[in-house]
């Protein structure tokens, strides 16, 4: 039986502020960058991370809020103000401080490594995996997309970048999500289908926003249970067993 490994990270010690799990192995392997949502690095985030290093992956979790100034494990009361003041490429940066410490693992295969985002990690996501073309799969579970117009804290609707992603993606929403309403999923659907790369898209007519997260309002375990194979199963294809 394989073992799992978790632990937090530590800037001083890793050079970033999250999480990871892994399996104790000697070979190079896949490996997950997750974006987190909201509320910041919650348990849910680790068990998810958990649950990938089971299938094979090196999960690193980083915690954004952290790593933006704002010290603290989690952000459950926080994180909707600092992401309202907190401008995307900010954001993207310090993602991209994650995907260079996952990348510079030695057990991680840097040509088989992935993106999945929930929530807010959907949003900007979408912005971070279309300015990293070595993204090999990118999943994103219910970005929060609205229709805004372009500020200083949101300089780009996530429309126009996600038309300039270079990978494989899927999505995932519910019909009953009042953060992004069907319209705006559709005009999301049509900017991925735009990049010209392969994209699953599953729609949940009875689906919530946060579905999937154990600690949302709108959690559904079903739906959860129903979205998990369909994501592996997706990540699998693309960085366990690549098409040659």
Known sequence: ??????????????????????????????????????????????????????LGYTTVVPNLYHMLGYPAETHIDKGTEIQNKTADPDFVRVIDQGWRYCLSRTDVDRSRVGVVGYCMGGRIGIHFVAATPAV?????????????????????????????????????????????????????MESFHANGQPLEWHYFHFGNHGFASTESDGYQPYLADVAWPLVTEFLGRELISPAL
């Open 1 to 54: 039986m394989t073992t799992i490994k978790t632990r937090r990270l530590f800037q001083e010690k890793d050079g970033i502020e999250g999480y990871i799990a892994h399996a104790e192995q000697a070979q190079k392997g896949p490996a997950l960058l997750l974006i987190h949502q909201h509320s910041g690095l919650t348990g849910y985030l680790k068990t998810a991370a958990y649950r990938f290093a089971q």
């Open 136 to 188: 090999r799969a990118f999943v994103a579970y219910y970005p929060s997309v609205r229709e805004e117009p372009a500020t200083p804290i949101r300089p780009r609707h996530p429309y126009d970048a996600a038309r300039e992603i270079k990978c494989p993606s899927m999505v995932l929403y519910g019909g009953n999500d009042r953060t992004s309403t069907f319209a705006i999923q559709q005009k999301v």
